[in-house]
């Protein structure tokens, strides 16, 4: 039988454990040894981990790229006007905006200088392992995202602090707590006239599919 779950089933698992999902986010060293061990969050040209400091949108968009396996020769369809093909991060934002992972502000602009919130990286999280669609559903951006951050463990704080810039230590721990979810993909029933959602997490006929199963394969 399919492994299908529909938009409904998650949301009452979401509103029955987001409650208890709250824990700390420091690093480990075990931690920083498996970020690094798959290039996810390697420091500066120095090694330094910065831990403190916050990060840039342009930062964390290489980062996802890396954490989703994606080719930097992959086809660039759609671009932001704001990042001159001599960026540094060019080829990271338009491939992710490609993939409509990450988008722009209102006006189309990627602003990769700008410092990213917690909120931002629930969305590009919960994106890129395909619940984009059942976040939208179930409150749409930013508490939407958070809640299904907050159910997968991906974010710890009960929603505090959301709106704030997000700290080096704490986008490498909502990574690293986001490789081995399994990944979805969203499709439309008409028979149900309802989304729902094939899950792939190892069991009946689909293959387990995390962040780390494609890194793991490269």
Request: glycine share 6%.
């Amino acid at each position: 039988m399919k492994k299908i779950i529909s938009f409904l089933i998650i949301a009452s698992m979401l509103l029955t454990t987001a409650g208890a999902m709250s824990y700390e986010g420091a690093l480990s060293e075990i931690d920083k040894t498996e970020l690094k061990k798959y290039h996810i969050f390697e420091g500066d040209t120095d090694g330094n981990l910065r831990l403190e400091d916050y990060i840039t949108r342009g930062e964390v968009a290489k980062m996802l790229c890396v954490t989703m396996g994606i080719d930097e020769n992959e086809e660039i369809t759609t671009t932001f006007p704001d990042v001159p093909e001599n960026c540094w991060y060019y080829k990271y934002a338009n491939i992710l905006k490609s993939k409509g992972v990450f988008n722009g502000d209102e006006n189309g602009n990627f602003n990769g200088e700008r410092f990213i919130s917690h909120n931002e990286v629930c969305k590009i999280l919960i994106c890129a392992v395909g619940l984009g669609p059942a976040a939208e559903a179930l409150l749409g951006y930013p508490k939407g995202y958070s809640e299904y951050a907050l159910m997968y463990r991906i974010y710890w704080d009960d929603l505090k602090n959301m709106e704030e810039n997000a700290s080096r230590n704490d986008v490498a721990a909502m990574f690293l707590r986001s490789i081995d979810i399994p990944h979805f993909e969203s499709y439309f029933s008409e028979a149900d006239q309802k989304t729902k959602f094939i899950c792939y997490d190892g069991t009946d006929i689909y293959e387990l599919r995390t962040f780390r199963t494609i890194l793991e394969s490269k």
